[in-house]
């Protein structure tokens, strides 16, 4: 089976800083893009930032600056920087791929199971 395991996250003063990690595993020959998405109580879920297997970066205009998405193909490994933390980023933070080929087939929209981050001011 293939799953995306959530690393990081936690508790932070405003200022400060967080990381967190997505690692596909399983038999995954080739992923997609990988995103982090976050969702705050009573709110939608949104994106933060998605990075391609080229290394193209997309983010949320409310963490550019702060947050740098990084990939290491080789290790089917995503990373998420969080700098400068604010309250309004306390959220539960989701890794995605949009699509991933793999032992069983080709998989689409895959979430791991969320990280709580909290940012306290």
């Known amino acids: 089976q293939v799953q995306l395991v959530e690393s990081g996250g936690g508790a932070a003063q405003a200022g400060g800083s967080l990381s967190l990690s997505c690692a596909a595993s399983?038999?995954?020959?080739?992923?997609?893009?990988m995103g982090w998405y976050r969702q705050a109580p009573g709110k939608q879920r949104e994106l933060v930032a998605d990075i391609i297997s080229s290394g193209e970066t997309n983010y949320a205009d409310s963490v550019k600056g702060r947050f740098t998405i990084s990939r290491d193909n080789a290790r089917r490994t995503a990373y998420l920087q969080m700098n400068n933390l604010k309250p309004e980023d306390t959220a539960v933070y989701y890794c995605?791929?949009?699509?991933?080929?793999?032992?069983?087939?080709?998989?689409?929209?895959?979430w791991g199971q969320g990280t709580q981050v909290t940012v306290s001011s």
């Open positions: 995605h791929v949009d699509r991933m080929t793999t032992a069983w087939g080709p998989k689409y929209d895959y």
């Open positions: 399983g038999t995954v020959f080739t992923i997609g893009a």
